[in-house]
Each structure stands twice: as structure tokens, then as C-alpha cells.
């Protein structure tokens, strides 16, 4: 069992920049994937931006080149550095984390992007 606990969430204007962190229970070095996901009221849950356990990284769309996913393995911690930061990235963001078969999630923080 793997618990993931996301913190950095808040209010910031448009344009501005939060910092996202998922702190996980135990290392992360063996995690097959961990990602964000978001999800707006009245829409589904989606992947915002995932890292392998070799490094790789992968983004949505609409968040590439504003948002950078991280890892420091020795701190158990992931994080989302997300930049430039539109009304549209308003929502619940949650930390995901794949251990063999085993999928495991954060409670979420919630983001919102207002004047």
C-alpha cells in the first residue's frame, strides 16, 4: 500500500505560477509511472503530465511548455512546476502512482486561476 498526499494547490491571478508536490509513503525509485491528472467541475478526469521510471516525460497538449513534471526520488516526492497559468487549468489536481499491477492516488489539491 501506497499512500500519496499532493499539497501546493491555491488561488493565483492568470499568468502566474504554482508549484505542486506529491509526497508518497515509500520510495518512489520503483514506481512503473506517477503522473497529475485534473479534473474541472462537469468533466472528466485527465492526464496532465506523467514521468516513467526511466525518466521519461509526457504532457498534454494544452500544458506543454508551461508545466514541467519532476521527480527527487530521495525525498519520495513529485512535483509540478506549472507556469504561466491559464483560467482554464482551473480544477482538482491528484498525483497517481503505478506500483506493478497496483495503481494508487492522492486526495487531490485544488488550483484555481482567477482575477
Known amino acids: 500500500q501506497v499512500q500519496l498526499v499532493e499539497s501546493g494547490g491555491g488561488l493565483v491571478q492568470p499568468g502566474g505560477s504554482l508549484r505542486l508536490s506529491c509526497v508518497a509513503s515509500r520510495s518512489i525509485f520503483s514506481m512503473k509511472v506517477m503522473g497529475w491528472y485534473r479534473q474541472a467541475p462537469g468533466k472528466e478526469r485527465e492526464l496532465v503530465a506523467s514521468v516513467s521510471a526511466g525518466g521519461s516525460t509526457d504532457y498534454a497538449d494544452s500544458v506543454k511548455g508551461r508545466f514541467t513534471i519532476s521527480r527527487d526520488i530521495g525525498k519520495n516526492t513529485m512535483n509540478l512546476q506549472m507556469n504561466s497559468l491559464k483560467t482554464e487549468d482551473t480544477a482538482v489536481y491528484y498525483c497517481?502512482?503505478?506500483?506493478?499491477?497496483?495503481?494508487?492516488w492522492g486526495q487531490g489539491t485544488q488550483v484555481t486561476v482567477s482575477s
Open positions: 497517481r502512482g503505478v506500483l506493478g499491477t497496483a495503481t494508487f
